[in-house]
């Protein structure tokens, strides 16, 4: 279940009810796969192989599918991210730059954990902690950014509508204020 921090209050916002009401007001989606349906074999592995990718996807097919036909996502594939990922501290650097995409850019977490940080025009930049499970989507046009936790592991299905709409488009703003 996700958890929410708010940079310029520190307010944490937590609960099921409550995280799923301030997302919606922030156009977030937010919605949840069933953990458990990870094969045992994958929940704790970051290094993946293309077979291993490919049982993750067939494993959330149903959920994949729904989601592409609800929201017009044509592609789908997975992404880990560990200290064993050849880069990973300058991938890291990479990510940690805010931008926007004129997509909306939608992650499944599988397994780990990670943190968008989103942009609100009312409230300054606030958090999303991930877990596996959790669904987000960060709206199109809307400054953002992605990061690992503290344990620096996570895997994810991403869905595009297409491979362009992805394109970071990197924005220098004076309110970001760093964690
Ligand atoms: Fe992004």
């Known amino acids: 279940m996700a958890e929410i921090r708010i940079r310029n209050t520190n307010e944490r916002i ?16 937010y919605e949840h796969w069933d953990a458990n349906k990870m094969p045992e074999a994958l929940r704790e592995k970051f290094v993946l192989n293309d077979e291993e990718k490919a049982e993750i996807l067939a494993t ?27 880069n ?3 991938l ?27 942009k609100s025009e009312e409230l ?19 400054n953002h950014f992605f ?11 991403r869905l595009f509508i297409e491979k362009d709409g992805w394109i970071a488009y990197n924005v220098e703003d004076p309110d970001f204020i760093k964690a």
């Not at 499944?108 to 989103?118: D, E, P, Y």
């Not at 300054?124 to 809307?142: A, C, K, M, R």
């Not at 990061?147 to 299905?157: E, G, P």
């Open 60 to 86: 959330y097919d149903a959920e994949i599918r729904d989601l592409a036909a609800r929201r017009g996502y044509e592609i789908w594939d997975v992404i880990s991210l560990s200290d064993a990922t050849p």
């Open 14 to 29: 937590t609960g099921e009810a409550n995280v799923k009401a301030f997302l919606d007001s922030q156009e977030v989606v």
């Open 92 to 118: 890291l650097k990479k990510f940690e730059q805010v931008h926007t995409h004129t997509e909306d850019e939608i992650r499944a977490i599988v397994s780990g954990k990670g943190i968008f940080i989103i």
């Open 147 to 157: 990061t690992l936790m503290d344990n620096r592991q996570i895997v994810a299905v």
């Open 124 to 142: 300054g930049y606030f958090d999303v902690e991930l877990e596996p499970g959790d669904v987000i989507s960060v709206p199109e046009n809307t």
């Open 88 to 90: 990973i501290e300058e």
